[in-house]
């Protein structure tokens, strides 16, 4: 499993040390959660708290944008050195467009879904996209309760990816933990986000190769 542990739930007077740790782990990506307090009940942090983190981190930076019209920030996030740029399907009226926008800047399009909104919707757009993101918890907050039914998510999801002949990853984010790992990872996810479950343990590294081991 690769694992992308999730900024957030980091500790904001010691960014440099956390993100050093996530570059002498086992992690596969750096998860950045961007809410603007519109699209979702809360907000996080933006563009320059990720091109000072761009400019210590080894790992691709995988950028959460939670918020709306994520089209119009493109060239910022690819100016933060993002590899991923994750928008949400609820929050794109031309999803289409921005993906191919995200592309043409130099990105991986990624497309995230909140837990009530089906995996069909992406049946035409597939294709296009370097990952998928389901949302396990409802999108604003670290700490929430796994939702069960994104299990059967993961696995249309595969089996959409599979029909099509795309490439997608499937990434997972919410209430991942050595608990829900193993059940994420049976269901086919490629990626898990890990926030609370890494920066709240006691030895987070050793915490994320567990992670990793599934
Ligand atoms: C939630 C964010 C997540 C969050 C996950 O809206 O998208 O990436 O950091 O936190 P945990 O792993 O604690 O559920
Ligand atoms: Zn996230």
Redesign the pocket.
């Known amino acids: 499993m690769i694992v992308a542990p999730?900024?957030?739930?980091a500790d904001f007077l010691h960014l440099g040390r956390d993100v050093e740790m996530v570059n002498e782990s086992e992690a596969g990506l750096i998860?950045l959660?961007v809410?603007d307090g519109v699209f979702?009940p809360?907000i996080s942090f933006g563009f320059p708290v990720i091109k000072s983190i761009s400019k210590i981190a080894r790992k691709p930076l995988d950028v959460?944008l939670?918020i709306v019209e994520p089209q119009k920030y493109i060239s910022q996030v690819r100016d933060c050195g993002a590899e991923y740029m994750n928008v949400h399907l609820e929050a794109c009226t031309h999803l289409h467009r921005t993906v191919e926008a995200i592309r043409a800047a130099g990105m991986k399009p990624a497309v995230t879904l909140n837990p009530a909104t089906p995996v069909s919707l992406l049946e035409d757009i597939i294709g296009d996209l370097d990952m998928v993101l389901l949302?396990?918890?409802?999108?604003?907050?670290?700490?929430?309760k796994?939702i069960n039914h994104v299990l059967l998510k993961i696995v249309k999801l595969r089996k959409l990816i599979a029909e099509s002949g795309s490439d997608a990853f499937i990434e997972v984010?919410?209430?991942?933990?050595l608990d829900t790992v193993p059940l994420v990872a049976d269901a086919g996810a490629d990626i898990v986000?890990?926030?609370?479950?890494?920066f709240?343990s006691d030895n987070p590294r050793e915490t994320i190769a567990r992670l990793a081991s599934f």
């Open positions: 999730s900024i957030l739930s998860h959660d809410m979702v809360n959460h939670m949302m396990s918890v409802n999108p604003g907050f670290g700490g929430q796994f984010d919410g209430g991942i933990n986000v890990a926030g609370s479950a890494v709240g």
